[in-house]
């Protein structure tokens, strides 16, 4: 079936662009006088902005404090280490998204790429960083797009079986990272308290991401199953969860896990956050498969239970792979405003990105910053959710390949 | 046809067999039956009859309350490997076809022999191809279900379910969901099952298919067998009052 839902006019009838223009935004003096306003109010807008950002704001506060936003106060010899992370995610990512796409390279990849490759060239340079540094970054992007690529070519000679299992890979790398990160096992130790900054706030994230899919999951089953005691459990959790605002349970966690876990047991102040989100997400998530999961059919079930399959080959070869991807959109709507939510952690004295940011900002050398400091932030944490709404609206695509064609 | 019940091995065996649905509503009234091996059942009534009912209670998708059913030798009790066990040896079609929407057709035949089985991949794929050559769909197999048409998907239905060599093949209502044009195709490939010797129990509204290719007909009413009898009989001759009102009412 060809996409002729694009094609409102016969192809002997195309406009030229102007034309277009004319017909979507002056087709009558109404829609003309809506489209003037919006179109000047925008025009001024910018107008501000630009000239604020140009003329005004004093972007040193940024330069000066770049490493500090990044890393928080991680050891200068053993920064060595998260270049070497950075290495470890450019060539997971690339390959993700190669496998993910394949040899097509829609809008949305060419638009990535161009951010991509404008911010590598720009930022770094933009806030002082040497050359040598600099062309650092260019390494790692050229490598990215590199990976995205060439595993896009090979992609189709992938057995199946690596395909199924690669989302696994992600857990390892946050060990092995968190293992980079952290030291032992030879490395100098850093302790916790020294990471800060965009760091903190993907350690926690990314944690947080990681554990509560499974977490979830197994709510969301236990809300639908048949033992009583099981379902009113989850229930329960879900519903405490849900009713309670993030910073409570940040506070109380802080206070409570603590006396929950026996002296040596309990983890330290960013580990207990990276918890409390977890919990907090995990009850959420659940809520997006239990949708998920009600709107598999029973049919499906029946099918699958009647070829001989017991409960958990139909849960996970007939009715998890369907029910996750009904629920794809909710969740990562879910991570995204769990990547948000971090900021809160600044609250309960944390040192992520908005907590570093108040102290830079307390620093009377950049009084009156504010404006610049949180655009920067603001921008940081829309490139991160860009990437996540880039990345799973491309394994959305993959996964509807089958639903091209919806005959029943 | 009949020459199929000289072997006289018992395939299936219900005896008094009672349900009752959750809301009190007895579903099933002391429903016997008994099919032979090589033996092919049609089950008709009006809907809300419990024939549906009755089929599904065979592998366990419907439970009943008193009474025994006995498949190939294993008692359908309360043991949940007793019903797995069952489960392999009965292939069910369903009216909604119920394939597998995110694998591919070739997929969808091959799952359960590799995971329940344990049968090799290569090996199993092979007998699938042959299998969907045999209801002539092999250019499909690399489809999924979604791009293929009603008739197409029953077919595939019919040979996923085959491809576990099940002793008994138990259809509930498998043309009503089609549009009237495909009905055929799909009758047309469970008479050349029956033909190959399966023992089938098949719920359907198909007359011709019940006339030509049933050894017996089964007529179910709220609940309860009321005549079960050779095709020819059955349609030229009904004994229970029951069954002329139905047949005067589908005909």
Not at chain 1, 55 to 79: C, D, K
Not at chain 2, 68 to 81: A, E
Request: net charge neutral; glycine share 8%.
């Amino acid at each position: 079936m060809s996409s002729s839902r694009h094609q409102q006019l016969p192809p002997q009838e195309q406009l030229s662009a102007l034309e277009t223009l004319r017909l979507a935004c002056f087709a009558n003096p109404l829609d003309g006088l809506i489209s003037l306003a919006l179109i000047s109010a925008v025009l001024a807008a910018a107008w501000q902005l630009l000239r604020w950002a140009l003329l005004q704001a004093q972007w040193g506060v940024i330069a000066a404090n770049s490493t500090l936003l990044a890393l928080g106060r991680y050891p200068e010899p053993q920064r060595w280490r998260l270049w070497l992370l950075l290495w470890l995610l450019s060539t997971v990512a690339g390959l993700s998204w190669g496998l993910l796409r394949r040899q097509s390279w829609p809008r949305n990849d060419l638009l990535a790429t161009a951010v991509l490759t404008g911010l590598t060239l720009w930022a770094p340079a933009a806030v002082a960083q040497p050359l040598a540094v600099q062309a650092h970054w260019w390494g790692l992007t050229a490598w990215l797009l590199l990976l995205r690529s060439s595993a896009g070519a090979m992609a189709a000679r992938v057995p199946p079986p690596v395909l199924q299992c690669w989302a696994l890979l992600w857990p390892v790398v946050y060990v092995s990272g968190m293992g980079l990160i952290a030291g032992g096992l030879g490395l100098v130790r850093v302790p916790s308290p020294l990471w800060g900054g965009l760091l903190l706030t993907l350690i926690e994230a990314c944690f947080a991401m990681l554990l509560c899919l499974p977490l979830g999951l197994a709510l969301a089953l236990g809300r639908s199953s048949g033992l009583p005691l099981l379902r009113m459990g989850a229930v329960a959790y879900i519903e405490f969860i849900r009713g309670a605002p993030l910073i409570t349970l940040l506070f109380l966690g802080q206070n409570i896990l603590g006396f929950l876990l026996p002296g040596g047991l309990s983890p330290d102040r960013i580990w207990r956050a990276a918890w409390v989100l977890t919990v907090f997400a995990s009850a959420y998530v659940a809520e997006a498969l239990r949708a998920g999961l009600a709107a598999i059919p029973r049919g499906q079930v029946e099918a699958a239970r009647s070829l001989g399959l017991n409960t958990a080959q139909t849960l996970s070869h007939v009715v998890l792979p369907q029910a996750i991807k009904v629920a794809l959109p909710a969740l990562v709507g879910q991570f995204i405003s769990l990547l948000q939510d971090t900021t809160l952690l600044s609250l309960i004295g944390l040192m992520e990105l908005l907590g570093t940011a108040r102290t830079v900002l307390a620093n009377p050398e950049f009084l009156g910053r504010n404006a610049e400091v949180y655009v920067v932030l603001a921008l940081l944490f829309w490139c991160c959710c860009a990437a996540l709404g880039l990345g799973s609206r491309a394994l959305e695509v993959r996964l509807n390949r089958q639903r091209s064609v919806a005959v029943r | 046809m009949t020459q199929a019940l000289a072997a006289d091995v018992v395939m299936l065996e219900a005896r008094g067999v009672n349900t009752w649905y959750p809301n009190g509503h007895h579903a099933l009234r002391n429903v016997d039956l008994t099919v032979h091996q090589g033996e092919v059942v049609v089950i008709m009534g009006p809907s809300g009859s419990g024939k549906s009912t009755f089929l599904r209670t065979f592998n366990g998708l419907e439970d009943f309350q008193t009474g025994s059913i006995i498949i190939d030798g294993i008692n359908i009790g309360d043991d949940l490997r007793q019903r797995d066990a069952i489960r392999r040896e009965v292939g069910m079609v369903f009216q909604q076809f119920n394939l597998f929407p995110h694998l591919t057709v070739l997929d969808n035949l091959t799952l359960a022999p590799v995971l329940v089985r344990g049968r090799a991949k290569t090996q199993v794929e092979r007998q699938a191809l042959e299998l969907l050559e045999r209801v002539g769909i092999h250019e499909q197999a690399h489809k999924y279900p979604g791009q293929l048409s009603g008739g197409q998907q029953q077919r595939v239905a019919i040979a996923r379910s085959l491809c576990m060599e099940p002793r008994l093949m138990l259809f509930d209502e498998p043309t009503s969901a089609l549009d009237p044009e495909m009905v055929q195709e799909v009758l047309q490939v469970m008479q050349e099952l029956a033909a190959g010797g399966m023992t089938m129990v098949v719920v359907t509204h198909e007359v011709r298919f019940a006339r030509q290719v049933a050894d017996r007909v089964v007529l179910m009413a709220d609940g309860e067998v009321l005549e079960i009898a050779a095709p020819e009989q059955f349609f030229s001759n009904p004994q229970h009052p029951r069954s002329q009102q139905f047949l005067s009412q589908i005909n």
